[in-house]
């Protein structure tokens, strides 16, 4: 079995069946848009004032993904960082690149920042860099434009339940509440698994969007292990001004979503492009 099968992410409006991982909802969009939704990979110029440390690489069992934790620092106090593109290249021991982000038609969520606020850190994970070689190293650059606005923290996160399968690899569950007063669009959930002071394992989840006040119900899958202390949170993409990530939209239409419980959690095939703010 592929990894992609176990690293599958499943998110569920409450009192709605049925999930797709993001792997699915991008097949689906390039199918829909054909060559509309080839796009090409951005250069990006990093912004002033934010600096990335990578904690972790962590490659799949299979040695064809790779799961990164990176910890992005906006160093001056009352400026901000909401949205902001982000390239990841993963680099072998003798500095050659054997994966990316940042590539043709590749999901939004897996290529922004969801937001940093100033004189603090924030974490940017992504469990689905795939792999041509060993990494060793990663080099990090951040776009976007600091603003002086005070971003939200993160959206209210229950402990996560984990639940062990040994037939397609360990999961978790938790609950997230908008919190923030403002719709939050294409939020990444985020697990991190530490044994003491290492990271070894990691794994996102998303949600299309999210009502203020309303709850989504989350699964998802580690790459590495799950043995430690597990932490997840969820950043806010969108400020109180509303500024921030755009609503995802399906390829080829103008809006494409569909709610449970009035207007709770949104599900729907992003677009497949780069934003840059």
């Not at 909802?25 to 848009?33: G, L, S, T, V, Y």
């Not at 990316?100 to 994970?125: C, E, F, M, R, W």
């Not at 921030?244 to 497949?272: F, K, Y």
């Amino acid at each position: 079995m592929r990894l992609f099968a176990l690293i599958s992410v499943c998110v569920c409006a409450l009192a709605m069946a049925g999930c797709k991982s993001t792997f699915e909802k991008a097949a689906e969009a390039r199918k829909a848009a054909g060559p509309i939704a080839q796009v090409d990979a951005v250069n990006m110029t990093q912004v002033a004032g934010v600096t990335a440390d990578t904690l972790a690489i962590i490659p799949s069992a299979d040695g064809t993904t790779a799961a990164v934790v990176i910890k992005v620092t906006a160093k001056a106090p009352g400026s901000s960082l909401t949205w902001a593109p982000i390239e990841v290249k993963l680099l072998d021991a003798a500095g050659k690149e054997v994966g990316t982000n940042n590539i043709p038609g590749a999901l939004p969520i897996l290529i922004h920042l969801a937001s940093v606020q100033g004189g603090k850190d924030a974490y940017y994970v992504n469990d689905q860099i795939l792999l041509s070689g060993k990494p060793a190293s990663a080099q990090v650059v951040i776009g976007g434009k600091l603003v002086p606005i005070a971003a939200p923290g993160n959206l209210d996160t229950t402990k996560p339940v984990i639940v062990k399968d040994p037939s397609i690899g360990d999961s978790w569950n938790t609950t997230v509440t908008n919190n923030t007063g403002v719709r939050q669009e294409q939020l990444v959930v985020q697990a991190i698994v530490r044994d003491g002071d290492k990271i070894v394992g990691a794994g996102t989840a998303n949600i299309d969007g999210l009502d203020p006040g309303a709850s989504v119900d989350v699964t998802g899958y580690f790459i590495g292990s799950s043995k430690g202390t597990v932490e997840v949170t969820t950043p806010a993409s969108n400020a109180k001004d509303g500024s921030g990530a755009p609503p995802p939209v399906a390829a080829g239409s103008a809006t494409s979503s569909e709610s449970s419980g009035g207007s709770s959690g949104s599900v729907s095939t992003p677009v497949m492009t780069l934003q840059i703010n």
